[in-house]
């Protein structure tokens, strides 16, 4: 059964800081790996999809890579911005194509 | 562009009452999916429907749950009758193909006395 786990839970930097966000998981049959975003009282908005057969994708000053042999994959946001500061959530997208969700990282980025 | 809509935003009833939550996803979309998340358990997916069909209610959690999409443009997810330990809120996605980036809506915060 794929399980998915994120750390730190929380995380609080200055801003201007790089930062890297880790998402693990321990089946390697997955279809895709995504990042989402998630603002208090919001819904989840994606950030960066990365499919099975890549390393990496790009969105700005957002960096998703994905290392399937090792179950891993982090978000890199260059930087920071008080506006980054929201709850990160990475999901697996398994065989079955449902998307199976980490935890979050609550990340605050300070003025 | 529109972008998926969820009503009521919130609701509060009482124990033993039926809940009724409503989506519209994104006009174009193939796939929808119901979500709950709670402090304890996170995100968990509850069902989820491609081109109108339920493909997996794995995660309803009991037969008080029950969801139908009778078109393309809409969903509901009913609770009959609602318990205490299902508040939680209640989020609907969609996306273009079943493996494809979900769109949230903002989801219903749902408050069972």
């Known amino acids: 059964k794929q399980e998915v786990t994120q750390i730190p839970a929380a995380l609080s930097v200055p801003e201007g800081e790089n930062l890297v966000l880790n998402c693990s998981f321990t089946?390697?049959?997955?279809?895709?790996l995504q990042w989402f975003r998630q603002d208090p009282g919001k819904g989840l908005t994606s950030l960066l999809l990365?499919?099975?057969s890549q390393r990496e994708q790009t969105s700005g000053r957002l960096n998703a890579s994905l290392d399937k042999s090792s179950g891993r994959s982090t978000l890199y946001i260059a930087a920071s911005q008080p506006g980054d500061s929201a709850t990160y959530l990475c999901?697996?997208?398994?065989?079955?194509?449902?998307?199976?969700w980490g935890a979050g990282t609550k990340l605050i980025i300070k003025p | 562009d529109a972008g998926v809509i969820q009503s009521p935003r919130h609701e509060v009833t009482e124990m033993g009452q039926e809940v009724t939550l409503r989506c519209k996803p994104i006009?174009?979309?193939?796939?929808l999916f119901w979500y709950r998340q709670t402090m304890m358990r996170g995100l968990e997916l509850l069902i989820y429907?491609?081109?109108?069909?339920?493909?997996?209610d794995s995660g309803m959690p009991e037969d008080r749950f029950s969801a139908k999409m009778p078109n393309a443009s809409f969903s509901t997810l009913k609770i009959q009758p609602s318990e205490p330990r299902d508040s939680a809120v209640y989020f609907c996605?969609?996306?273009?193909?079943?493996?494809?980036?979900?769109?949230f809506g903002d989801g219903t915060r749902l408050s069972i006395l």
């Open positions: 089946d390697s049959a997955i279809y895709n």
């Open positions: 429907f491609n081109n109108n069909v339920p493909i997996d």
């Open positions: 996605a969609s996306s273009a193909t079943v493996g494809g980036p979900q769109h």
């Open positions: 990365i499919q099975s």
């Open positions: 999901a697996a997208l398994d065989s079955n194509y449902q998307l199976i």
């Open positions: 006009s174009g979309h193939n796939s």
